[in-house]
Structures are given as C-alpha cells and as structure tokens.
C-alpha cells in the first residue's frame, strides 16, 4: 500500500469471496475500536462506513505519516479482528482480501473528487438496499454529520474546512441524499 502525507485516501476491503466481516452488532463497534487504535494515530478520518461484507474510510494523511509503518498497522488490526471473528463463528483462514486498497483521490486542484468520494460512502447503505435512509444504518459517519449522534471518531472540523461542507445540518443532509454514481468516483484515483 503505497501512502504519502498530506493526501486523500480511499481505504477499504472487503471479506473474502465476498462473505461476511461483521456479524452482528458487537463486531462493529469491536471493528471501530480498533480503527481508532491502529488507524487514527495516521491518518485524519473524514467519514466511514462499515458494511456487512466491506468497510470504507475517507482519510487525509497526517504530515508525519509513515507508509510502512501505517500499513502494518493495517494489517495487524486486520489479523487481530480476523483471528476475533474465527474462534466466535468457530471458522479458519482468512477473512479479508488479501490486500487492502488505498487509492489516493485527485484533490490537489479541486476538492470535488473527494467530496464526492465523502458522499459516495455515505450512501453506500441505501445503495445497498439496508437501509432506505441514510441515517438509519448506525455504522457510518453520516449520522454524526447529519447530527443524529455526536461520534468522534471522525475529524468533522477538518472535513467540513477541506471539502467545503455545509456546516447547517439541513443542507448537509440534503447535499447527501444528492444520488453519485460509484463509476464516477474511479476516475479520480491515481
């Protein structure tokens, strides 16, 4: 995975074959945990969103961010949840994709790519058909924008300064349910 500072990033990855990472609610907030133990000490995260079979974060890159070290971090907070998850559903053998995805999103220019990255996670849930509102689905970000909750895992001053985001809880909602196509968002990454 490679990484640089002061860059934006779309990490995810998803279970193996597709098949189910999070079980039930517990393994959830297990997973957020430990985000906020391996990942946050790298990386500003601007929004996420968990999904039964795949997870999403947007982060910007702190200026002391180290690429090797971020990505062992990764892959030992992924091998803990792993390792977790096998002796509660009495399984084996990996869970996740071999290689989880950092794809730095054009925004030297323009911050739209990356707005649209913000979005475009936020409304997975609904795309997915689990949910038909946005702020029904608990593991995302989007309820803490929206003010539904006050989470801080993450950096919403810093999200709402570097993508131009409506600070009026109204607009912000409004701005969300804005449909994105997922393709879009590719042509953005490096």
């Given at each position: 995975?490679?990484?640089?500072?002061?860059?934006?990033?779309?990490?995810?990855?998803?279970?193996?074959?597709k098949?189910?990472?999070?079980?039930n609610?517990g393994?959830?907030?297990?997973?957020?945990?430990?985000?906020?133990?391996?990942?946050?000490?790298?990386?500003?995260?601007?929004?996420?969103?968990?999904m039964?079979n795949?997870?999403?974060?947007?982060?910007?890159?702190n200026?002391?961010?180290s690429?090797?070290?971020?990505?062992?971090?990764?892959?030992?907070?992924?091998?803990?949840?792993?390792?977790?998850i096998?002796?509660?559903?009495?399984?084996?053998?990996?869970?996740?994709?071999?290689?989880?995805?950092?794809?730095?999103?054009?925004?030297?220019?323009?911050?739209?790519?990356?707005l649209?990255?913000?979005?475009y996670?936020?409304?997975?849930?609904?795309?997915?058909?689990?949910?038909s509102?946005?702020?029904?689905?608990?593991f995302?970000?989007?309820?803490?924008?929206?003010?539904?909750?006050?989470?801080?895992?993450c950096n919403?001053?810093?999200?709402?300064?570097?993508?131009?985001?409506?600070?009026?809880?109204e607009?912000?909602y409004?701005?969300?349910?804005?449909?994105?196509?997922?393709?879009?968002?590719?042509?953005?990454?490096?």
């Amino acid at each position: 995975m490679r990484t640089e500072p002061k860059k934006f990033y779309h990490l995810y990855n998803r279970g193996n074959n597709k098949q189910t990472i999070f079980f039930n609610r517990g393994n959830y907030l297990h997973f957020l945990r430990k985000i906020r133990k391996y990942v946050r000490p790298h990386v500003q995260i601007l929004s996420y969103c968990l999904m039964p079979n795949h997870f999403h974060f947007l982060i910007f890159s702190n200026n002391n961010f180290s690429s090797e070290k971020f990505s062992e971090d990764i892959r030992i907070m992924l091998s803990s949840y792993t390792q977790g998850i096998n002796n509660q559903e009495n399984r084996s053998g990996s869970l996740f994709r071999q290689n989880t995805k950092a794809k730095n999103i054009l925004g030297s220019r323009s911050y739209r790519p990356v707005l649209r990255c913000f979005y475009y996670i936020h409304q997975n849930p609904v795309k997915a058909n689990l949910v038909s509102n946005l702020e029904d689905w608990e593991f995302s970000s989007f309820p803490d924008y929206a003010g539904f909750r006050n989470g801080t895992l993450c950096n919403k001053k810093l999200a709402i300064k570097l993508l131009d985001l409506p600070d009026q809880e109204e607009k912000f909602y409004a701005a969300s349910y804005r449909s994105i196509d997922p393709w879009q968002i590719r042509k953005f990454y490096m």
